[in-house]
């Protein structure tokens, strides 16, 4: 961080003109934020692989979560004049979750939502109680993606063609590590797309499963 710092205070970059500079940094921020979570990812994978991904599960608060996935994903939205609506009511109940990990989750399912969307495009994240658990969709306007490669997109490095006017610069993780931690929850996570118009991304995470009592009682 404190490389960057010495960048962004101008020190590294004196040479460079304002646009340039601005140009620069701009470039730079967007790269550190795509690696950061390719790391985050890549990490999450290796624990999996060794079966070390043991949730810390404590009461989780949506709403609390979903301000700072906002607050996170809001200047890469703004940027590409995006908006991230939230429409989540008021007085949810709180869910035994993993914070960090469900975060993660959100986080992936934004960050892919912006990166398909075309400019002015809008992402809505939606929360609500249904047959005893918390449902959340994260809905976006954006290219959408081809019926037949739905349930495809949650295997491992599967990353769709980027041919045509698909251009991803992931490497096919997200929804892979996503899909792990919501099952690890006693969650489901899946997708409604249609091309053209969209996709709807939607997990559960239920109030009380099997799964939560287990970790409670230990
Ligand atoms: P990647 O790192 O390639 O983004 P993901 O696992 O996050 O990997 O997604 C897998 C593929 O699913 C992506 O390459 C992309 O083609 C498709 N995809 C995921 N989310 C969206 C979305 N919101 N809109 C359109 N296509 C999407």
Redesign the pocket.
């Known amino acids: 961080k404190e490389g960057i710092s010495l960048i962004c205070d101008g020190i590294i970059t004196e040479k460079l003109k304002d646009g340039e500079r601005a140009n620069f940094l701009e470039a730079l921020r967007h790269e550190v934020d795509r690696l950061s979570r390719l790391i985050q990812n890549l990490a999450g994978l290796a624990k999996m692989d060794l079966g070390k991904t043991d949730l810390i599960r404590k009461s989780m608060n949506i709403e609390v979560l979903l301000n700072d996935v906002v607050e996170l994903m809001s200047k890469l939205a703004n940027k590409r004049r995006i908006s991230i609506i939230k429409d989540v009511p008021s007085g949810l109940p709180e869910v035994p979750a993993d914070y960090d990990k469900v975060m993660q989750v959100i986080v992936?399912?934004v960050s892919?939502?912006i990166?398909?969307s075309h400019q002015d495009g809008r992402i809505i994240i939606k929360a609500w109680m249904e047959e005893g658990s918390l449902k959340i969709c994260v809905e976006?306007n954006?290219?959408?993606?081809p019926r037949e490669?739905l349930p495809r997109?949650?295997n491992k490095l599967?990353?769709?063609d980027t041919s045509s006017n698909?251009s991803?610069d992931?490497?096919?993780?997200?929804?892979?590590i996503a899909r792990a931690i919501i099952d690890s929850h006693g969650g489901k996570i899946w997708a409604e797309?249609e091309m053209g118009k969209g996709?709807r991304?939607f997990f559960t995470l239920p109030q009380k499963s099997e799964l939560c009592k287990a970790s409670n009682e230990k």
Do not use: P, V
């Open positions: 992936n399912l892919n939502a990166k398909f976006d954006a290219m959408g993606i490669e997109i949650f599967y990353s769709l698909r991803s992931g490497i096919g993780l997200g929804l892979y797309s996709s991304f």
